[in-house]
């Protein structure tokens, strides 16, 4: 079996991102992939039009993505991880920053509805169009003992 090379996972503090970029990152360590680690934002907007904003949103987010990654993984991970901030709706910018990626690692925050309460809207949309496979990680499941946060 071909190992994968490239794990593309999306981080945004939350415990659940947490979960799933350690998983992501143990998975790379095994594989010998590299990480992506995408972090989504964009302008709020309320009926179709978004308001005036001084603040730099962008700048924002890759100031939560390293301090997520910091938190997570020390300053020295054990394998390569790539951050990136791209503007867009999650789901959207999760799928295509997969586009040709061997895996798409999310987390679960379990919000709305049946498949909701199971995957999360952002994964239930992730594993349902990308055409990868898709990992989605609950948060608060039981980590083996010997398992340590970073």
């Known amino acids: 079996m071909e190992s994968v090379s490239r794990i593309v996972v999306g981080v945004d503090g939350s415990p659940s991102s947490k979960e799933a970029l350690r998983w992501a990152v143990r998975q790379a360590e095994l594989t010998g992939a590299e990480v992506e680690a995408v972090f989504a934002w964009h302008y709020p907007s309320a009926y179709g039009w978004a308001p005036s904003v001084d603040v730099d949103l962008e700048t924002l987010a890759s100031r939560a993505l390293a301090d997520t990654l910091t938190e997570v993984l020390g ?19 999760l799928l295509s920053a997969a586009e ?51």
Not at 75 to 93: D, F, K, L, Q, Y
């Open 75 to 93: 300053t020295a991970p054990a394998v390569t991880v790539h951050p990136a901030v791209r503007e867009g709706i999650t789901a959207s910018v």
């Open 100 to 150: 040709g990626a061997d895996l798409l690692v999310v987390g679960s925050r379990g919000h709305g509805g049946f498949a909701g309460a199971l995957l999360g809207s952002v994964g239930q949309h992730c594993v349902q169009h990308a055409h990868c496979p898709v990992v989605v990680i609950r948060d608060g499941v039981h980590r083996n003992s010997s398992e340590t946060d970073a």
